[in-house]
């Protein structure tokens, strides 16, 4: 289980998190949603320990980041974040293998290899294995690198917008594999900045602002028109969906000036 | 570990073989390679006793070291900058850039001048260089790239300049200048011993870093969740490419050219994992600078080339054409 509990990060005179307090358990996939700049990515840092909070602790299964080797972190938490590109001529195979970094004390074992043969397969890419991790498109890249989080064994898997290049079919692929890797059991917390996508593959959302949580809980209850609004200071209507049985945010717009009614 | 890099080694190691026993047998006195071979295996094996004595006193007591040393030399300044280009990610990266050649040019002229053993000045000074650029670079706690290699390139300067004030002083300029155009004239098996021992030493603690440098490629902050211990990788592979350059410049003045070309030749050739590109770029950088090494002293006998003058005369070339036939960028 993944505790937040009463974090806050100030840059210097500036307050990035201000007392943040989140639970994720197995199982789980804990979407972050919030504006650019709302502080998504620097909780994500401090639960990595790339990042050292100002106040509050990040607790693994009750224990504090701050007391792990970075070596233990690797261990219990993998990140995919947002890779657009890697520019050196490593094999695919290479690529997840390194995955393995936390565990490898000189040379990869039999073992390494076979559970990055594993993670390989879940993701979809075992074809994929021999080929330069230059050559491929960016929905292939970024499957090669949660197969690569995967290779880590964590127990938690942290998500920096993992979809945003990637076009629809992609989107979906990825974040069914993530699904997929929770429901196995893996704690996944996940920034994301499509609020629909959020909607459907979330099991609890945490809305941000400035660096404060403005709402916590289900989809449902979290994406609401008002506290849209007063998060992305933008007006928003929520349907339902009753072919997905989520929620549907659509912002509010002005009706369009079809070009055929101009004719 | 992809074969063709495997057997791209193994074809290295029998190349510098080859090139250390046919490069023996090479200068002004004639001895066949196949006498040298035999002179060589006796200390080994029990070989039939074919040869003029003066022969192996030639072979064994001149020679050989010498070849040996151009070896060693070469396959630690290309080891080294193998290591520091992966490390910084920046193509121009070698153990030179960041002052450790200022730093051991200014030991030997030091050493010359005072009259103090200039190996062990020229040594002590490469390590002392590096070390004050990589505390001049700290930020809390942390070594970013840039400002490593700035403050490595400031120290250079200063130290440089306090290098050109003592040759310009100094009442016999041509013996440090003679140092710092690099030049394996003063090899001896003494030598050869001490400076090996500290470079095989260097090199092999360099090779266990091999794959955390591979993770490193990808970003430090990709590193660091893969939990690679990225100030601690920093710290080691500096200081254990200082140790070996050091090891080798003291020897052998600067010589540059290797450590910067041969790492970017082989990384052209076998790819960007330094399981095979660390020791591909030490076999080649030895094969390179025995080769090298004969040249200029044979070239205008019974005078002698600087090496260094030979190693960017042959490289220079042959890397221009690898970096055009090549279309991409070696670093994006």
């Not at chain 1, 499509?194 to 449902?220: M, S």
């Not at chain 2, 030091?110 to 990589?134: E, T, W």
């Not at chain 2, 500096?238 to 790492?263: E, K, M």
């Amino acid at each position: 289980m993944l505790e937040i509990k009463g974090l806050s990060m100030n840059y210097g005179q500036r307050c990035v998190l201000n007392n943040i307090g989140l639970k994720a358990r197995e199982g789980e996939v804990v979407g972050i949603i919030g504006p650019n700049g709302s502080g998504k990515t620097t909780m994500l840092k401090a639960i990595t320990k790339v990042l050292k909070p100002t106040y509050g602790a990040v607790l693994i299964d009750g224990k504090d980041v701050r007391e792990m080797e970075s070596n233990e972190i690797a261990k219990n938490v993998a990140v995919v974040s947002q890779v657009i590109s890697i520019n050196f001529e490593f094999s695919v195979e290479d690529i997840v293998l390194m995955g393995r970094t936390p565990y490898i004390r000189s040379s990869e074992s039999t073992e390494d290899i076979k559970i990055a043969m594993d993670a390989l397969k879940k993701t979809n890419i075992y074809h994929l294995k021999d080929r330069l991790i230059t050559q491929l498109s960016g929905g292939e890249l970024q499957r090669v690198i949660i197969a690569r989080a995967l290779a880590q064994t964590p127990k938690i898997l942290l998500l920096d917008e993992p979809t945003s290049h990637l076009d629809i079919t992609n989107q979906i692929d990825v974040l069914n594999l993530v699904k997929e890797a929770s429901r196995k059991g893996l704690v996944v917390v996940a920034v994301i900045h499509d609020l629909n996508l959020a909607a459907y593959y979330c099991d609890k959302i945490c809305l941000l602002r400035d660096g404060d949580v403005i709402a916590t809980g289900t989809p449902r209850d979290v994406l609401t028109s008002s506290n849209i609004g007063v998060a992305f200071n933008l007006p928003v209507e929520v349907t339902e969906n009753s072919k997905t049985n989520s929620i549907f945010v659509m912002p509010v717009l002005e009706p369009r000036n079809e070009v055929s009614n101009q004719r | 570990m992809a074969k063709f890099g495997r057997s791209v080694v193994l074809i290295l190691a029998l190349i510098l073989i080859v090139v250390i026993i046919t490069n023996t047998a090479i200068g002004s006195t004639l001895i066949s390679p196949l006498i040298t071979a035999k002179i060589l295996l006796a200390n080994f094996f029990p070989v039939e006793h074919t040869w003029l004595d003066k022969h192996e006193t030639i072979i064994i007591g001149v020679r050989l070291p010498r070849v040996l040393l151009a070896a060693f030399v070469g396959g630690a300044l290309s080891t080294a900058g193998c290591a520091m280009q992966g490390l910084l990610k920046n193509p121009m990266a070698d153990p030179y850039i960041i002052g450790m050649s200022s730093g051991a040019a200014l030991g030997a002229s030091l050493g010359f001048v005072l009259m103090l053993p200039v190996h062990l000045m020229s040594f002590m000074l490469a390590v002392l260089a590096i070390f004050v650029v990589y505390n001049i670079s700290k930020v809390g706690g942390k070594v970013p790239v840039d400002t490593l290699l700035l403050s490595g390139i400031a120290i250079g300067s200063l130290l440089s300049a306090i290098t050109s004030m003592i040759i310009f002083l100094a009442q016999s300029p041509h013996k440090i200048i003679f140092w710092i155009m690099g030049g394996l004239w003063n090899a001896s098996w003494e030598e050869l011993r001490i400076t090996s021992v500290m470079i095989i030493f260097g090199v092999l603690v360099l090779y266990r870093y091999a794959w955390k440098l591979n993770v490193m490629l990808l970003g430090e902050e990709e590193a660091h969740y893969l939990g690679v211990d990225i100030e601690h990788v920093k710290r080691y592979v500096l200081v254990f490419s200082a140790l070996v350059t050091a090891a080798a410049v003291s020897v052998s003045g600067i010589i540059g050219f290797v450590g910067l070309i041969i790492p970017h030749i082989m990384r052209i050739l076998v790819g960007p994992d330094h399981r095979i590109l660390f020791p591909a770029s030490t076999l080649m950088g030895a094969i390179f600078l025995v080769l090298c090494d004969t040249f200029s002293r044979t070239i205008i006998a019974p005078n002698e080339l600087p090496v260094g003058v030979v190693t960017a005369m042959f490289g220079a070339p042959f890397f221009i054409y690898l970096l055009r036939k090549r279309r991409n960028s070696l670093y994006a």
